[in-house]
């Protein structure tokens, strides 16, 4: 098992390489003279020159790139521009309130389409496969930001069930104690149930919203694969043996039917992460999403880098954990290596 | 006299094309359905300036924020332009952006990966680890740098969805070209003293071609989507140019206070679009799918 995890995480090295150099190549690319653009406007040709010198963009490519990878090995990813802060700090403080909005909007996600695609599956040509068939089809169409809107204007507008869509937390609450960065835990370890309750009611909108978009891709794969799977002999070994349908669907047929659903969250994984950034947007939530977008528009390259290199490193190392589990749940691929 | 020749044998090629797309949009409506969708969208996108009943970037602060009406369809935003008109000018921005970036992935990624199935070895190796490189970035936070970097532009926006897309038509064009390169008629035509570039482009391309261009037309949605999330984000498109994306960012504001069709019509626009596009995608995968072919 150890050297399967071993094997697939050095699998995993020349794609985080590859990212590096992408990353490096993306601010040498940068419009113009990068030195006068990161003297800013009002520079003169003299001060320009220092800034070349200083960042060292007189040196050759190559060498310019090692300084780059050296200052990546200190965790160094640059000064914003606007506010002065290093990225990386900004990153990490910024970072838990994305990933908990995009791990619960998954976790909605998969409680919602797991059972929609086994019912599906189970009742093929039914209403429910019907309905499956039309939230796929429409969950791909949907644009994520329009889904975001239309669910403020009638949650938060017309029936006034959700709070306003501006950030975590309502203004009228404190954050809880920084123990795990994510307000419903933290809020649970501090044992303030009404701030609990608050940045859950904030957080519920922007997850359905993530969640919508990422069913229609679960669903289709779990209703495909289950069929698969419910058609196989050793289901109707199980069945003529008189197990019990609920026995045979989940411990016979839905366990081995989970197996292309998790590769699929790979997938999955590469749309929420950038659907994130659109939400985050729409919700006025402060992750790094948000942050990286106000960087964009205020011409500040720094924090885009380091939004991008931080969000393809959590790609690939998520990935990396999809391959891992893989390996936990089917014995065979631990077997091959 | 080839040409004499060659007339009645395209003609029956076409016939026979006619008949079976006939015949698939006969046996699955939502197809002929989603065509006829498309064959709007293209009106739209063609005549949009001239039918439209409002000048799109006129404003008319008197008339802001009305809701819909007989004179204004789907109403007017902040400006008072009228939302109706601007949506239907905006389909040959979003419908130019799809169509140029999916016709650049189409060229870049499908000759990428035919050379790498057909060649093989280091065009395969190299071609390979590109697609994998773009693989291990989400694919939309990609494009947000790729933008961010080459500048702010439409041009920018176009290229940089075409890239995000290059490792999946890459991919299968390589797997299609694979399959092919040993096939009978390629060592035919080799035999017959053919160069690797005449077979490529002779043999293996027509081949691959009707895969491709079900391959555009099912990224097609997606194309879309990813540049009106650009634009949404601020990328690409500027105010006041009448774009989908950034016509639901600009009404964005104003879903909490209740205008909802500033934001709402360009977002259903985009949907149906997408819609449409992914309906006739599946549709034309049917009608090129040879297991479907009687």
Same mark, same amino acid.
């Given at each position: 098992?150890?050297?399967?995890?071993?094997?697939?995480?050095?699998?995993?090295?020349?794609?985080?390489?590859?990212?590096?150099?992408v990353?490096?190549?993306?601010?040498?690319?940068?419009?113009?003279?990068?030195?006068?653009?990161?003297?800013?406007?009002?520079?003169?040709?003299?001060?320009i020159?220092?800034?070349r010198?200083?960042?060292?963009?007189?040196?050759?490519?190559?060498?310019?790139?090692?300084?780059?990878?050296?200052?990546?090995?200190?965790?160094?990813?640059?000064?914003?521009?606007?506010?002065?802060?290093?990225?990386?700090?900004?990153?990490?403080?910024?970072?838990?309130?994305?990933?908990?909005?995009?791990?619960?909007?998954?976790?909605?996600?998969?409680?919602?389409?797991?059972?929609?695609?086994?019912?599906?599956?189970?009742?093929?040509?039914s209403?429910?496969?019907?309905?499956?068939?039309?939230?796929?089809?429409?969950?791909?169409?949907?644009?994520?930001?329009?889904?975001?809107?239309?669910?403020?204007?009638?949650?938060?507008?017309?029936?006034?069930?959700?709070?306003?869509?501006?950030?975590?937390?309502?203004?009228?609450?404190?954050?809880?104690?920084?123990?795990?960065?994510f307000?419903l835990?933290?809020?649970?370890?501090?044992?303030?149930?009404?701030?609990?309750?608050a940045?859950?009611?904030?957080?519920?909108?922007?997850?359905?919203?993530?969640?919508?978009?990422?069913?229609?891709?679960?669903?289709?794969?779990?209703?495909?694969?289950?069929?698969?799977?419910?058609?196989?002999?050793?289901?109707?070994?199980?069945?003529?043996?008189?197990?019990?349908?609920?026995?045979?669907?989940?411990?016979?047929?839905?366990?081995?039917?989970?197996?292309?659903?998790?590769?699929?969250?790979?997938?999955?994984?590469?749309?929420?992460?950038?659907?994130?950034?659109?939400?985050?947007?729409?919700?006025?939530?402060?992750?790094?999403?948000?942050?990286?977008?106000?960087?964009?528009?205020?011409?500040?390259?720094?924090?885009v880098?380091?939004?991008?290199?931080?969000?393809?490193?959590?790609?690939?190392?998520?990935?990396?954990?999809?391959?891992?589990?893989?390996?936990?749940?089917?014995?065979?691929?631990?077997?091959?290596? | 006299?080839?040409?004499?020749a060659?007339?009645?044998?395209?003609?029956?090629?076409?016939?026979?094309?006619?008949?079976?797309?006939?015949?698939?949009?006969?046996?699955?409506?939502?197809?002929?359905?989603?065509? &006829?969708?498309?064959?709007?969208? =293209?009106?739209?996108? %063609? /005549?949009?300036?001239? @039918? #439209?009943?409002?000048?799109?970037? +006129?404003?008319?602060?008197?008339?802001?924020?009305?809701?819909?009406?007989?004179?204004?369809?789907?109403g007017?935003?902040?400006?008072g332009?009228?939302?109706?008109?601007?949506?239907?000018?905006?389909?040959?921005?979003?419908?130019?952006?799809?169509?140029?970036?999916?016709?650049?992935?189409?060229?870049?990624?499908?000759?990428?990966?035919?050379?790498?199935?057909?060649?093989?070895?280091?065009?395969?190796?190299?071609?390979?680890?590109?697609?994998?490189?773009?693989?291990?970035?989400?694919?939309?936070?990609?494009?947000?740098?790729?933008? &961010?970097?080459?500048?702010?532009? =439409?041009?920018?926006? %176009? /290229?940089?969805?075409? @890239? #995000?897309?290059?490792?999946?038509? +890459?991919?299968?064009?390589?797997?299609?070209?694979?399959?092919?390169?040993?096939?009978?008629?390629?060592?035919a035509?080799?035999?017959?003293?053919?160069?690797?570039?005449?077979?490529?482009?002779?043999?293996?391309?027509?081949?691959v071609?009707?895969?491709?261009?079900?391959?555009?037309?099912?990224?097609?949605?997606?194309?879309?989507?990813?540049?009106?999330?650009?634009?949404?984000?601020?990328?690409g498109?500027?105010?006041?140019?009448?774009?989908?994306?950034?016509m639901?960012?600009?009404?964005?504001?104003?879903?909490?206070?209740?205008?909802?069709?500033?934001?709402?019509?360009?977002?259903?626009?985009?949907?149906?679009?997408?819609?449409?596009?992914?309906?006739?995608?599946?549709?034309?995968?049917?009608m090129?799918?040879?297991?479907?072919?009687?």
């Open positions: 098992m150890l050297t399967m995890i071993l094997k697939r995480a050095a699998m995993a090295i020349p794609s985080l390489i590859g990212v590096v150099i990353t490096f190549l993306l601010t040498r690319a940068l419009p113009g003279d990068p030195a006068a653009y990161f003297a800013g406007p009002a520079a003169t040709p003299q001060a020159q220092e800034v010198v200083k960042l060292g963009l007189d040196k050759p490519l190559i060498e310019q790139f090692g300084r780059y990878v050296v200052d990546l090995g200190h965790g160094n990813l640059g000064n914003s521009l606007t506010t002065g802060q290093p990225v990386l700090t900004e990153l990490r403080t910024r970072l838990p309130a994305s990933a908990e909005l995009t791990l619960l909007g998954l976790i909605v996600s998969i409680i919602i389409a797991v059972p929609l695609g086994i019912l599906a599956a189970t009742r093929p040509n209403l429910i496969d019907h309905a499956c068939r039309v939230v796929a089809t429409l969950g791909v169409s949907l644009p994520v930001f329009f889904t975001g809107l239309i669910l403020v204007y009638f949650f938060y507008y017309q029936f006034g069930w959700a709070p306003a869509p501006l950030g975590r937390l309502d203004v009228f609450f404190d954050a809880p104690p920084q123990v795990t960065g307000y835990i933290d809020s649970l370890i501090a044992r303030q149930p009404e701030t609990f309750v940045s859950l009611k904030q957080l519920i909108l922007p997850a359905l919203t993530l969640a919508i978009f990422s069913l229609a891709p679960i669903a289709r794969m779990t209703r495909a694969s289950m069929l698969a799977v419910l058609s196989s002999d050793f289901v109707r070994t199980a069945r003529a043996s008189g197990l019990a349908p609920f026995t045979v669907i989940v411990t016979y047929a839905f366990r081995n039917a989970m197996l292309p659903v998790i590769t699929t969250l790979g997938m999955v994984f590469s749309f929420l992460l950038g659907a994130n950034v659109l939400v985050e947007k729409v919700f006025a939530w402060p992750g790094i999403g948000s942050y990286a977008v106000e960087a964009l528009l205020a011409s500040d390259f720094a924090p880098q380091g939004f991008v290199l931080t969000m393809a490193v959590m790609y690939v190392a998520l990935n990396l954990m999809i391959d891992v589990l893989y390996g936990l749940i089917d014995p065979r691929v631990r077997l091959e290596a | 006299m080839t040409d004499i060659a007339t009645p044998r395209r003609e029956g090629g076409l016939a026979a094309l006619f008949r079976h797309s006939r015949y698939v949009l006969g046996e699955n409506p939502v197809t002929g359905f989603a065509f &006829a969708l498309f064959v709007l969208i =293209v009106l739209a996108a %063609v /005549l949009g300036p001239s @039918i #439209v009943p409002y000048n799109p970037l +006129a404003s008319d602060t008197a008339q802001a924020l009305k809701p819909p009406s007989a004179h204004h369809w789907f007017t935003d902040q400006l332009r009228d939302v109706f008109s601007r949506v239907i000018v905006a389909t040959r921005l979003d419908f130019f952006i799809a169509v140029a970036s999916v016709a650049l992935v189409f060229l870049m990624g499908g000759l990428a990966g035919v050379a790498a199935g057909f060649f093989g070895g280091w065009t395969d190796r190299i071609v390979g680890r590109i697609a994998d490189t773009i693989m291990a970035f989400p694919l939309f936070v990609l494009a947000m740098g790729i933008v &961010a970097a080459l500048g702010n532009t =439409v041009q920018n926006i %176009v /290229l940089a969805t075409a @890239i #995000v897309n290059f490792p999946l038509y +890459a991919r299968i064009a390589r797997a299609e070209a694979n399959v092919r390169r040993e096939a009978g008629f390629v060592e035509a080799r035999l017959s003293g053919n160069s690797d570039w005449r077979i490529l482009a002779f043999q293996i391309l027509p081949n071609f009707p895969i491709m261009v079900v391959q555009m037309s099912l990224t097609m949605g997606y194309a879309i989507l990813n540049a009106a999330g650009l634009s949404f984000i601020g990328l498109v500027r105010p006041p140019t009448p774009e989908w994306g950034i639901v960012a600009e009404g964005a504001a104003f879903m909490v206070s209740g205008e909802w069709w500033n934001a709402f019509f360009p977002g259903l626009a985009l949907m149906v679009a997408v819609f449409c596009f992914n309906l006739l995608g599946d549709g034309l995968r049917d090129v799918d040879p297991r479907r072919r009687t």
